[in-house]
């Protein structure tokens, strides 16, 4: 399960454990480009979901600003967004390897934000073979944050935090796999993945 | 046309202070990184935007948007004066006034 820090992500493992997965948590560590605060936040949707369901949940923390810096120096800033989220998902993907883990899962929903396009999933997520469990795809905002607020992480996700500063000006919307791949072959994705995987915590 | 940094503001996530110059410039980051580095600044240089671990760590975009990881409003304008004058950024004595 892939979490942010923000609203979406805790009410979608909410409903995975609900349901009686046991679930193992990544956390994309974006610092420089934001700061401390996501990863605390996170720490804090973990403690409150791993009290009410009395589950483990081991987090990787896994850095992911290198990454950034060098999506950012290499490749086209208009699709930095999909470039970046397929990097999670790859990254969350071999975490689900080594954890023996049989599915991804997101808090996304349909079009709340340029990497929430159907576009945008289709070409992101076309870098991973694992199926991937949006439990929200179809919830509004307003619908997640009333289940946040009931289990009591809608407060910690809205604590004041820097956005994602290597978000572009112009986001592209609507993606081209072909393009995504040809920009991938200006970086050595496999190196940069054994790079963040070396680096991984597990908290 | 005289370039102003008038806002030195909380950002609407309210995680830090940013500065929004109008009109929008187009620094050159490659002598502010250098600059910054011959201060003893430690840089991150992710091309289109630098991030500089001053008193509190500062991203500058190429359009001149600095964001200082502060919330605390005389903190920030400590770092962002020590920004303007490190790097040379146009200067504005009575714009730079942060406000919570």
């Given at each position: 399960?892939l979490m942010?820090?923000?609203?979406?992500?805790p009410?979608?493992?909410?409903y995975?454990?609900?349901?009686?997965?046991?679930m193992?948590?990544?956390h994309?560590?974006?610092r420089?480009?934001?700061?401390?605060?996501?990863l605390?936040?996170v720490?804090?949707?973990?403690e409150?979901?791993r009290?009410?369901y009395g589950?483990?949940?081991?987090m990787?923390?896994?850095?992911?600003?290198p990454?950034?810096?060098q999506?950012?120096r290499?490749?086209?800033?208009?699709?930095?967004?999909?470039?970046?989220?397929?990097f999670m998902?790859?990254?969350?993907?071999?975490?689900?390897v080594?954890?023996g883990?049989?599915?991804?899962?997101?808090g996304?929903s349909?079009g709340?934000?340029?990497s929430?396009?159907?576009s945008?999933?289709?070409?992101a997520?076309a870098?991973v073979?694992?199926?991937i469990?949006?439990?929200?795809?179809?919830?509004d905002?307003?619908?997640?944050e009333s289940?946040?607020?009931a289990?009591?992480?809608?407060e910690?996700s809205?604590?004041?935090?820097?956005?994602?500063?290597?978000v572009?000006?112009?986001?592209?919307?609507?993606?081209?796999?072909?393009?995504?791949?040809?920009?991938?072959?200006?970086i050595d994705?496999?190196?940069?993945?054994d790079?963040v995987l070396?680096?991984?915590?597990?908290? | 046309m005289?370039?102003?940094?008038?806002?030195?503001?909380?950002c609407t996530?309210?995680?830090?202070?940013?500065?929004i110059?109008?009109?929008?410039?187009?620094?050159n980051?490659?002598?502010?990184?250098?600059?910054?580095?011959?201060?003893?600044?430690d840089?991150?240089?992710?091309?289109?935007?630098?991030?500089?671990?001053?008193?509190?760590?500062?991203?500058l975009?190429?359009?001149?948007r600095?964001?200082?990881?502060s919330?605390?409003?005389?903190?920030a304008?400590r770092?962002?004066a020590?920004l303007?004058r490190?790097?040379?950024?146009?200067d504005?004595?009575?714009?730079?006034?942060?406000?919570?």
């Amino acid at each position: 399960m892939l979490m942010s820090g923000g609203i979406d992500s805790p009410v979608a493992l909410h409903y995975l454990l609900r349901q009686g997965h046991e679930m193992t948590c990544v956390h994309m560590d974006n610092r420089p480009f934001t700061d401390d605060s996501p990863l605390a936040k996170v720490v804090d949707h973990l403690e409150v979901l791993r009290a009410r369901y009395g589950q483990k949940i081991p987090m990787y923390l896994l850095p992911h600003g290198p990454t950034q810096v060098q999506l950012m120096r290499e490749t086209d800033r208009h699709v930095g967004c999909v470039l970046c989220r397929r990097f999670m998902w790859r990254s969350a993907e071999r975490v689900a390897v080594r954890e023996g883990a049989t599915f991804l899962a997101t808090g996304e929903s349909l079009g709340q934000v340029a990497s929430q396009t159907l576009s945008n999933m289709r070409t992101a997520t076309a870098s991973v073979a694992l199926p991937i469990v949006r439990p929200l795809i179809g919830f509004d905002k307003h619908e997640i944050e009333s289940v946040a607020k009931a289990i009591g992480t809608y407060e910690i996700s809205t604590r004041p935090g820097l956005c994602c500063q290597a978000v572009p000006s112009k986001p592209a919307t609507r993606s081209n796999l072909v393009q995504i791949l040809q920009e991938e072959q200006r970086i050595d994705v496999d190196q940069m993945l054994d790079d963040v995987l070396k680096h991984a915590t597990v908290l | 046309m005289a370039v102003t940094y008038y806002t030195l503001a909380l950002c609407t996530s309210k995680g830090g202070f940013e500065a929004i110059p109008r009109p929008k410039l187009a620094l050159n980051l490659a002598e502010a990184r250098d600059r910054l580095r011959a201060a003893g600044i430690d840089v991150t240089d992710a091309r289109v935007m630098l991030i500089a671990a001053m008193e509190r760590e500062v991203t500058l975009s190429r359009d001149g948007r600095v964001l200082i990881k502060s919330r605390d409003a005389e903190e920030a304008n400590r770092v962002f004066a020590e920004l303007r004058r490190v790097v040379g950024l146009p200067d504005t004595p009575d714009a730079a006034s942060a406000s919570g």
